[in-house]
Structures are given as structure tokens and as C-alpha cells.
């Protein structure tokens, strides 16, 4: 198969075997920085940027059929003119697509008065990295095993909780 295509795009196939059919699917990779949307990077740019923004141990799906686009960012939540903040919120939007995030300073679980288990006040921060170490999560956390906040969940049939 030979791939005609601008250099700046990357082509990834894959076949597969799907609902006993033989089947190709192929999709079409762009980059570009969010100050300048009108201009894709070049592939090995485009590539090299993808690498670092990914954690540790992700890798990207290419190639897999999804019933829709999807979107990959990568961000720091800086506070305006270096000025400590517990909270912010970030938002991305592409065309009529938004997503908001909430992003918090550090947080500890903290033992109160009373021996209940609490979440402090957010830690002020200038910049804080939007990845998955530092959302909710932890290793018995589906959903985020590689976040931070919980080692172990307490459950009726007897795990424990371990709070990060």
C-alpha cells in the first residue's frame, strides 16, 4: 500500500478482525499549538510533542475506530501574573466542543477533632500540570489507577482505605 498525504499528517491504519468481518481502519493525525490553530506542525514535531505530553506508561490508541472524534490536550494551569491560587478553572474548546476543569492546590486527607477523615484546603500554587498523576485517583481506583488521594478503598468485603 503506498500513502499519499501533506507532511504535515500522520496516516495510521490498523486491520482487524471485527463481528467476522476483515476490516481497515485508518485515521488521520494532527498537531498544532493553541496559539497558532490555523498552522499543523510538522509529522516529527507533531510526533515528538505527542511523545512527552503522554504519562508515563500511556500509550496512544491509534488507529482504533471510535464513533467520534477525539481530542488529546495537553496544559499547565498557570495563575494570572504569578499570583498564588488554591482553585482555578481551565476550559478547552474546539469548534462547539467545551470541556471545563476544576483545578485545585495539593490537598491531604487530614484527621479532624472529631477522628473523621477531611480533605484540606488546597495548597497554593503558580503552575499546576494538567495530568493524570495529579488528578483524583490511585491504584484501587479505576478510573485513575496512576492519580493521587487513594492507595486502597474500604469496602464491606474488608479492603481497607489508605489515604494518599
Known sequence: MKILKDDKLSVLHRSFYWRREHTLSVGV????????????LGEPV?????????????VLDVA???????VLLAGVCCAPKGRELKAAEVSFRLGNIRK???VFG??????SVAA?????????????????ENAFGGPAVDR?????G???????SGKRIRFL
Open 144 to 148: 485513575n489507577p496512576v492519580g493521587k
Open 150 to 156: 487513594i492507595d486502597s478503598v474500604e469496602t464491606e
Open 116 to 132: 473523621v477523615w477531611e480533605i484540606s484546603t488546597p495548597a497554593p500554587f503558580t503552575r499546576m500540570a494538567i495530568t493524570w
Open 64 to 70: 482504533m475506530p471510535k464513533p467520534g472524534g477525539e
Open 46 to 58: 507533531m510526533w515528538k510533542n505527542a511523545q512527552e505530553s503522554l504519562a508515563r506508561n500511556q
Open 100 to 102: 471545563r476543569l476544576n
Open 106 to 111: 495539593d490537598r491531604y486527607w487530614t484527621r
Open 29 to 40: 493525525f494532527a498537531g498544532f499549538v493553541l496559539d497558532e490553530p490555523v498552522s499543523l
